[in-house]
């Protein structure tokens, strides 16, 4: 599989996850985080660490990424969630935010800790973000002592995961950490057959979870999740996180086409997106919700079908051109330190 067909699976995966009980919403996002790590590893050293002060550059551009296709669906959010009800009375009331989530709104951080935030699927941008505030210095360890930032960044995840839970960035600090391994020792990477058996181990798993019956509770929640769902999906998801990281890193050496990258980036779009059609329908639709199984999904189908369209729209018309200017700053930031460099040179030269 291509690694931008695999991206656009992760995020169909998170679709399902919030439009049906398919309980497998989180293991796409770890994968997601370990893609995030070796990207963002490998840009570093083949983009930014060249161009005029490498942290400053790296951070714009990594908050450009996120930030317009992060604002249009949060402001839509807020319209839906804020806005309209002084319109039309929702039938189901939304819940009063708090200030840090609208702030979080407008700005990313703080969005996984704060309560009411209506865009939810956004909670993962601000553990990305705070992850590319610490990456350079991380990345910087990584090439002169290794094993010493593998063991640094274990022992805070653990630390983190005992006192905060899932509520701080550095709790998922081994996914990004496992993308960041990857880049650095290329040999990591795995073989064609070995990502194969990956991705089929972990389907095979989710198939087993689906079939039998003592098992079902822990994969399918729905709106009034068991105990069992509560207490072990979590466990699921990051196992079979676990379980496809081969496949998914195996998907890094597959050569990507034009299509490719238009599904690559639609991946984000879609993520965000989808939310948009269900956050109004929980709220100003909730009968559908009481319907017949069938009845349900005839219902829902346009839903994900406007879900799709609206992500492709804001991908071509919004996402693709914010990223062409990023990258005409970036390569404009090269560009200066590049010169500035010759110009020293001769100057040295001159002398």
Known sequence: ?????????????????HYTSFGIGHMPVYLFFALSGYWVFTMWQNKYSATRDPYATFIVSRAWRLVPVFLLCSVAALLVSFALPLVVAPAV????????????????????????????????????LQFYLVAPFVIALLQRRALLAVALCAGVSVASFALFYDRAFTSYLPWFLAGMLAARYPALLPRRRVALASGALAAAVIVLFACVPALRPVLFGGAHRSALYLAWNPLLNAALAAVALPFALG?????????????SDASYSLYLAHW???????????????LPHFARALATVPLVALSYAAAFAITVYVDRPCSHARERFVKARRSTREQAAAGTLAHRSAR
Do not use: C
């Not at 109004?280 to 009968?287: A, K």
């Open 251 to 263: 998907t890094l050496s597959v050569r990507s086409g034009k299509l490719d990258r238009l599904l």
């Open 93 to 128: 009331p939304f819940a009063p935010p708090e200030p840090l989530a609208l702030i979080s709104s407008l700005v990313i951080l703080g969005y996984n800790t704060a309560g009411g935030a209506p865009l939810v699927p956004a909670w993962s941008l601000d553990i990305e």
């Open 1 to 17: 599989m291509a690694p931008g067909a695999l991206r656009f699976l992760l995020a169909t995966l998170v679709v399902v996850f």
């Open 276 to 290: 948009l059609p269900l956050l109004y329908v929980t709220h100003y639709v909730p009968q559908i919700a009481a």
